[in-house]
């Protein structure tokens, strides 16, 4: 070989290993991770400027404050982008925060929002602008927690889904208690419809009630895409007491599919409220007697329910086990459609106390259902007896095969079998109930299998009790003195309960109740408790009060209107308080006009107030002022009011003034009974505008019986929306001027 061959050679192999090494390059860039660990914000943005796929960003732990996270990239299916905690859990995003991904096949997991809220409109959202939008995405094991914008009224969404073919699952969203939808998938683009994403084992925790609209947790489209498909698979999520509105989901578009879920002690239904071709199968609820529980709610058309179990169901009306609307002919897009060609099959009721047929029948709404089945369906209640309301002509329906241990309205008796007197029911390892002889066709199957509360949400994340209940924590002795309550409420932990020996208690400020407490007297009366400031106690959030065994006097408050024994803060309150007040004297707040027993803000909401054995005496004010929301906008302030076995006297307000405006029907509430109670003098004063000693303005359920009027003002009622139920019987009136009560007309 010559030395020129040698050298030719040599070269040729110099080039194919430098084009070897080049491809070698290459190819390790292409199937690179990428895996960076970034600090601070800064060094995240620099590691996200030009993201490729495979790429790996880790956040690491701590908490990340005030950051607005923008993650965008193109993976793809085999090498998606990723965005994960160092360890799951540990990572907190706070402050003014949110998240929005957009870009193909991404993935975030792992971070946890809480003590904050989103400087936007929502926290986490599958796009970044309205152009840019997050397709084949996923977000896993992420946690929202009470990130509540601080305004309750103020209204924002938590999960925003835009895009197509993306999944969300294995998530906690819990405590959303303003307004706005907890998660909600939008259609408002061709890009965003038939968009066929999975919506799978999330935990959605407790959503308190708002007492308006705009509390749904899942929805699904709006009115004005509705009849769009969107194809998007709701399966396998736990639902645990969100009780925010009548509508738990609310699905507003077509060709949806809700498989597998448990609605567990959940307040409203889960509706088919626009869209058509929707399935409803294998869901699980269980009210267990809980009021407003409800099941499903059949509206549109080729709609299917079938296989579901609904257990101890106590809503009604549009918040029923099960629901079937009436709809308005040629109806606009946003009202109610007819139910047609749908089928309602294999469904189990057990115990549950309302099925509603052709519901909301009325002049609007005079479209009953028609061209569909109910068939092979199981209704049994060994407890009290359900009630099948036909509100409309419903020979439109099919019904055929049904067994029911009941009877039944002559208009459907025809295609229900009374079950055998041998046919009893028992419940199996499933957690369903079945009949014990035969049937093995009617209801829902019994290969039926129950999804667990923890099978869903993140396994590293609890899933803690809702409220720390009255009493459940450590009784505390406290002896007579000034300043004595502050001190140790102060250092009082949730469910404590003060116990005070007879003696007097002078207590000079204003005492914030922000956790679970009770105080207690040990003996009725003895523990007598004198302020010296315009209110004894302010709730705020998280606060629950009760009293117990107390006297109360104002004598000694300063000389200044407007005072009141207890407030609520005066500012938005997020977390719903509640008031008890029992075995307890109130008397002499009339250092000035308008001295309250309870003051609220607006915007402020009690799950419930109950006043009973107690007595209130030589009050210039009201004893509850519940009236702060003037703005008809279907707002109202306490969901339950009871008041029971409590005299009033010399009481120039109202003992109770309760609104709730507009004409929306979203809510359940409020509520109110007064029952053997005596009120003399009540409600004469010149400053209540009211006029009455009690003052009800839409209130949806008023009991008020077996009381004593004498030389007061008359009870006032006025039914203004729902289907309202209002009792004044039995009361015994002297001097005092006949109740009125405005019945509810409806109108289209």
Not at 248 to 268: A, P
Not at 513 to 521: A, E, P, S, V
Not at 616 to 621: K, S
Not at 716 to 743: A, F, I, Q
Request: some cysteine; glycine content about 8%; hydrophobic content about 35%.
């Amino acid at each position: 070989m010559t030395t020129m061959n040698w050298i030719l050679r040599r070269r040729s192999r110099a080039i194919e290993l430098q084009t070897l090494l080049v491809l070698l390059t290459l190819t390790i860039s292409v199937f690179s991770t990428g895996a960076v660990l970034v600090h601070t914000q800064d060094e995240f943005h620099e590691a996200t400027k030009d993201l490729k796929p495979g790429d790996e960003i880790t956040l690491a732990n701590g908490t990340w404050r005030d950051f607005e996270i923008v993650f965008e990239g193109q993976g793809t299916e085999d090498q998606p982008i990723t965005l994960s905690a160092e360890t799951k859990g540990e990572v907190i995003i706070s402050g003014r925060s949110n998240l929005r991904i957009a870009g193909e096949y991404l993935i975030v997991k792992g971070l946890v929002f809480k003590d904050g809220h989103s400087p936007t409109n929502t926290v986490v959202s599958f796009r970044r602008t309205k152009g840019q939008l997050a397709n084949h995405s996923r977000i896993t094991e992420i946690v929202i927690n009470r990130f509540n914008n601080p305004e309750r009224h103020e209204t924002d969404f938590w999960v925003m889904m835009y895009g197509k073919h993306n999944r969300f699952d294995h998530n906690f969203l819990a405590g959303k208690s303003n307004k706005g939808v907890t998660m909600a998938v939008r259609l408002d683009s061709p890009e965003s419809q038939e968009n066929y994403h999975q919506i799978d084992h999330n935990y959605f925790g407790n959503r308190p009630v708002l007492g308006s609209n705009g509390g749904e947790t899942l929805r699904i489209g709006t009115s004005k895409y509705s009849l769009s498909d969107s194809f998007t698979r709701v399966e396998h999520n736990y639902f645990e007491r969100c009780n925010g509105e009548v509508e738990i989901v609310s699905s507003k578009s077509g060709g949806n599919t809700f498989n597998g879920n448990v609605f567990f002690e959940s307040q409203g239904t889960l509706t088919l409220r626009h869209g058509n071709g929707n399935t409803i199968e294998n869901n699980v609820f269980f009210g267990n007697g809980i009021a407003h529980t409800g099941g499903i709610r059949v509206i549109n058309k080729r709609q299917t329910v079938r296989n579901n179990f609904l257990y101890g169901l106590r809503g009604f009306r549009f918040g029923g086990a099960l629901v079937i609307m009436n709809g308005v002919p040629n109806s606009p897009i946003n009202r109610y459609h007819q139910v047609e060609d749908s089928v309602i099959e294999n469904n189990t009721i057990i115990n549950s106390a309302y099925i509603e047929l052709a519901a909301g029948a009325d002049e609007e709404r005079s479209a009953p259902p028609i061209s569909s089945t109910f068939s092979k369906n199981l209704i049994h209640n060994s407890q009290n007896p359900v009630q099948i309301t036909v509100h409309d002509d419903i020979s439109g329906v099919t019904f055929s095969e049904n067994i029911i241990n009941i009877s039944v309205d002559p208009a459907i008796q025809y295609g229900f079998k009374a079950a055998s007197p041998r046919t009893t029911v028992t419940r199996h390892e499933n957690g369903l109930i079945y009949p014990t002889h035969g049937l093995e066709d009617i209801g829902v199957s019994r290969d039926f299998n129950v999804l667990q509360r923890d099978e869903t949400g993140p396994d590293w994340y609890p899933k803690p009790n809702t409220v720390v209940p009255f009493d459940s924590g450590e009784s505390i002795p406290l002896s007579p003195g000034e300043n004595i309550l502050a001190t140790a409420i102060e250092q009082a932990k949730d469910g404590s309960v003060f116990l005070l020996a007879d003696g007097d208690y002078l207590v000079p400020q204003t005492l914030v109740i922000d956790k679970t407490l009770t105080i207690r007297g040990e003996k009725q009366g003895g523990a007598f408790i004198r302020f010296e400031r315009n209110s004894l106690f302010e709730i705020t959030d998280g606060g629950l009060l009760r009293l117990d065994n107390l006297s109360i006097s104002g004598d000694v408050s300063p000389d200044m209107a407007g005072n009141s024994l207890i407030r609520t803060s005066r500012r938005s309150m997020l977390s719903n308080y509640r008031l008890i007040i029992e075995n307890t004297t109130v008397q002499n707040l009339d250092t000035n006009h308008s001295f309250n027993v309870l003051s609220i803000a607006k915007h402020t909401f009690a799950d419930t107030i109950e006043i009973s054995n107690s007595s209130f005496e030589n009050i210039t004010g009201s004893i509850l002022q519940l009236n702060p929301e003037i703005d008809d906008l279907g707002i109202y302030n306490a969901e339950y009011v009871t008041i029971s076995n409590s005299k009033f006297r010399n009481v120039g307000g109202s003992v109770a003034n309760l609104y709730r405006g507009g004409t929306d029907e979203s809510t359940f509430g409020p509520h109110f009974v007064l029952m053997d109670s005596t009120l003399e003098n009540v409600g004469l004063g010149k400053r209540n505008k009211s006029q009455a000693s009690i003052r009800l303005h839409g209130v949806q359920d008023a009991s008020i019986v077996n009381n004593s009027l004498t030389s007061s003002a008359p009870i006032h009622v006025s039914e203004t929306v729902g289907d309202p139920v209002t009792s004044v019987s039995n009361n015994k009136l002297v001097d005092t001027p006949d109740h009125k009560v405005v019945p509810f007309v409806r109108t289209p």
